[in-house]
Structure formats: C-alpha cells, structure tokens
T-cell receptor, first 113, second 112 residues
Framework: GDSVTQMEGPVTLSEEAFLTINCTYTATGYPSLFWYVQYPGEGLQLLLKATKADDKGSNKGFEATYRKETTSFHLEKGSVQVSDSAVYFCALSTMGNTGKLIFGQGTTLQVKP | EADIYQTPRYLVIGTGKKITLECSQTMGHDKMYWYQQDPGMELHLIHYSYGVNSTEKGDLSSESTVSRIRTEHFPLTLESARPSHTSQYLC???????????FGPGTRLTVL
C-alpha cells in the first residue's frame, strides 16, 4: 500500500543553519505531496504542496521539489529561525480513493538561538 | 485562514463516561475526516465522510462513532471512554476538487 517515510528526529539546529528533512514515498498512481507543520498545542497547518513531478512547492522560505525518479519530496530551508521549531509531517494523497492523507511519522525540529 | 473549529480543546474525564467531540467547518467542504494522533505523533485516519449521511471507517480501528447530519458538522462520539482512548483527535475537511485538507486545532482527550 501507499506509504511515506521521513527521516527520524529530533533535528536540532542553531539559528540561521540550513535545514533538510528527508521524505520518500511509495504510491501507485500519481500522488499529490504535502508538507504540514504542527506547532505545540495546535493542529496541522499546510506548509506547501506539489501536485505533479518536478513541481516545486514553496512557502515562508521553505521549499520542496517533487522528484518522481527518486520518489522523494525533501523539505529545505536556507536559514532557520527559532520560530520554525515545530513538528513537520510529509504526506501524500491520491485522488482516486477517499482523498485521505497518508502521513509520515513526523520530524521534530528544534532551533536554538 | 481555514475556518474549522473543534471543541473542547482539552478534556479530562473518568472511565465509562460518554463524550462527544465537536467539529465544525464554515467552508462548505463536502469531505471531512477524523484523525487520531498518538503520543509518538503519528497520525491515523479513524473516520471519514464524503457528505451528508455518509460515514466510513478509516485505517485505524476505533471504538468511536461519527455522524454527518449537516454538511458543516462532523461530531465524534465515544459511548464509554477508557484510558486507551487517551489521545489527540484532529478533525479535517476538504473540497472534493482539491487535495489539501484543512485541520482544526485538535482536542486533547485524557481518560483517567
């Protein structure tokens, strides 16, 4: 079945460091890919998305490119801030079924001043 | 900004109580979902609905039930809460023509 695998956390970085969180997926068909972010005590917020191969999603300095050849959707940011500390979830959705999201296990990011 | 609401945000109750977690959205979305988030943060789909009078069970077996009498409302009920139900419950919705789901703030349930 469809699945998403994220790099394990926690990830601890200093402010202004470069961030990469790896995400790979397994899916039949052509899924849409998402990154969601969850701040402490809150629900999930959509960070960015890509709906087809080679699409680049971007938002708030974060970027991810849909790589069909490597089945990956790695999240990157050039310079993290303390306010980026949160849990990040990679997810996929295929339109052909319920439209449900299949999530990775989440990666905790802690940014230190 | 997504308009999806969940109440209560936090709930602590004793074993055996009946509870209902409320979820409402004002976006006119036809599809709605309930996810359970365990302490390890993984999210599992427990219920979903395609529209009014449509409900289906998700990937993770749950003793909870749901109803969808109105488009905007998708409550989740536990007839007899147990400590194993302690978790965070997240409600989400989406429009059929789009893939992204919008999430509510969640209800953190603790059953003593």
């Amino acid at each position: 079945g469809d699945s998403v695998t994220q790099m394990e956390g926690p990830v601890t970085l200093s402010e202004e460091a470069f961030l990469t969180i790896n995400c790979t997926y397994t899916a039949t068909g052509y899924p849409s890919l998402f990154w969601y972010v969850q701040y402490p005590g809150e629900g999930l917020q959509l960070l960015l998305k890509a709906t087809k191969a080679d699409d680049k999603g971007s938002n708030k300095g974060f970027e991810a490119t849909y790589r069909k050849e490597t089945t990956s959707f790695h999240l990157e940011k050039g310079s993290v801030q303390v306010s980026d500390s949160a849990v990040y979830f990679c997810a996929l959705s295929t339109m052909g079924n319920t439209g449900k999201l299949i999530f990775g296990q989440g990666t905790t990011l802690q940014v230190k001043p | 900004e997504a308009d999806i609401y969940q109440t209560p945000r936090y709930l602590v109750i004793g074993t055996g109580k009946k509870i209902t977690l409320e979820c409402s959205q004002t976006m006119g979305h036809d599809k709605m979902y309930w996810y359970q988030q365990d302490p390890g943060m993984e999210l599992h789909l427990i219920h979903y609905s395609y529209g009014v009078n449509s409900t289906e069970k998700g990937d993770l077996s749950s003793e909870s039930t749901v109803s969808r009498i109105r488009t905007e409302h998708f409550p989740l009920t536990l007839e007899s809460a147990r400590p194993s139900h302690t978790s965070q419950y997240l409600c989400a919705s989406r429009k059929s023509s789009y893939n992204e789901q919008f999430f509510g703030p969640g209800t953190r349930l603790t059953v003593l």
